[in-house]
Nanobody, 119 residues
Framework: QVQLAEAGGGLVQAGGSVTLSCVDS????????MGWFRQAPGKEREFVSG?????TSTNYADSVKGRFTIYVKNALYLQMNSLRPEDTAVYYC???????????????WGQGTQVTVSS
């Protein structure tokens, strides 16, 4: 059973940086593609970034491309730089069979961690 848990959220000023982490207490992500999604207040959950289980393939939403970096190193990480107030959301990590922008393709989800960017 894959059990995901995010950490690293908090309050940060615009232009600042935060790194989120996601650990799997059940396995070591082996064989799963991993993704980060976010949900802002009053909005639907949206894809942020995805990575293959080997770490060799990545994908980013246009809104975060060049500012966020996803990587795997014993855990899943999302390094977020040049943060903007519109990045404020609950961030979720997820595991699935393939990298996908569709949340329906991810079987396992963490509980989420709040990131708030102040202007």
């Amino acid at each position: 059973q894959v059990q995901l848990a995010e950490a690293g959220g908090g309050l940060v000023q615009a232009g600042g940086s935060v790194t989120l982490s996601c650990v799997d207490s059940g396995h070591s992500f082996r064989g799963y593609a991993m993704g980060w999604f976010r949900q802002a207040p009053g909005k639907e959950r949206e894809f942020v970034s995805g990575i293959s289980w080997t770490g060799t393939s990545t994908n980013y939403a246009d809104s975060v491309k060049g500012r966020f970096t996803i990587y795997v190193k014993n855990a899943l990480y999302l390094q977020m730089n040049s943060l903007r107030p519109e990045d404020t959301a609950v961030y979720y990590c997820a595991a699935g069979a393939v990298i996908s922008v569709d949340q329906k393709d991810y079987k396992y989800w963490g509980q989420g961690t709040q990131v708030t960017v102040s202007s």
